[in-house]
């Protein structure tokens, strides 16, 4: 049997396009399973790729992992004995987890997330979406463009009637750039995503025609009002890399605000 390396089990996760996390004991005491330096990749469902100590420690590190993830922030938690535990911290900041194995070791895990860079979800075929596509892979989004388009740039592809296989969070992307080919349904399917940032080449006034379309046909008023349009910072921009320089300075921006302000409100949390 070939010997686990729990170093190409992480290159292999990352290699299919999968978020997780990097779970490892740095310090125990008393008598564990899990001695310092035990590593293991654990992934979104909860699946634990290595050896971390037994269920006790293992059930801390998966709740330990959603948070982790949902933040975007590493974190150290520390298992231990129940009858140790007194407050959901110890004095020196460490998160702490009641465990009632037998061994009644006390075991300290650090929790590092890998997350896939934000996706930007291009509509058209168009040279200003084709244009946003190359800008944006330099910018180290993960590209989406609709099966068929070539944007010139490694994309994953997708079916407009289906966004649902993209698995898109608050954390991406959405730009319509159809630009008189399909607008309507687009944006339509834009607005219908879990995106929280929306924005569409289009003049106000043509944009505003479209959300109104939308209203008319039941979409939530709210999730319309998302959009964003014309897209992009005033640069003053005129061919279509110009162009896509706004659209991609407008959403940097948006990725950078957006982040600062959830670890301010961390912060507040904590």
Not at 70 to 75: I, L
Not at 83 to 100: E, L, R
Request: proline content about 6%.
């Amino acid at each position: 049997m070939a010997r686990f390396d729990i170093f190409d089990t992480i290159e292999d996760l990352r290699h299919k396009g999968q978020s997780f996390a990097v779970a490892t004991v740095v310090r125990t005491a008393d008598v564990t399973s899990a001695k310092a330096g035990a590593k293991a990749a654990v992934t979104t469902d909860g699946e634990i790729l290595g050896h971390l100590g037994g269920a006790c420690v293992q059930r801390a590190v998966r709740d330990a992992v959603t948070g982790a993830l949902d933040e975007g922030q590493p974190r150290v938690i520390r298992v231990k004995p129940s009858d140790k535990v007194v407050a959901m911290h110890d004095p020196d900041g460490v998160q702490t987890y009641k465990s009632g194995c037998p061994s009644g070791g006390t075991v300290d895990v650090l929790i590092e997330p890998y997350q896939l860079p934000p996706k930007l979800v291009i509509f058209g075929a168009t040279p200003i979406s084709r244009a946003i596509a190359a800008h944006g892979a330099l910018a180290g989004f993960v590209i989406c463009a609709p099966d068929g388009v070539q944007t010139g740039v490694d994309s994953r592809g997708f079916d407009p009637e289906d966004m649902a296989a993209l698995s898109l969070s608050a954390r991406d992307f959405v730009v319509v750039a159809a630009q008189g080919q399909g607008d309507l349904k687009a944006l339509r399917a834009a607005v219908d995503s879990p995106a929280r940032r929306i924005s569409m080449v289009a003049s106000r006034r043509k944009a505003a025609a479209l959300m109104e379309k939308l209203i008319a046909q039941g979409v939530p008023e709210p999730a319309v009002r998302r959009l964003k349009s014309p897209a992009g910072l005033d640069l003053k921009a005129v061919d279509p890399h110009e162009i896509a320089l706004s659209v991609l300075a407008e959403i940097v921006k948006w990725r950078n605000t957006d982040t600062q302000t959830q670890e301010m409100r961390d912060e507040k949390l904590a």
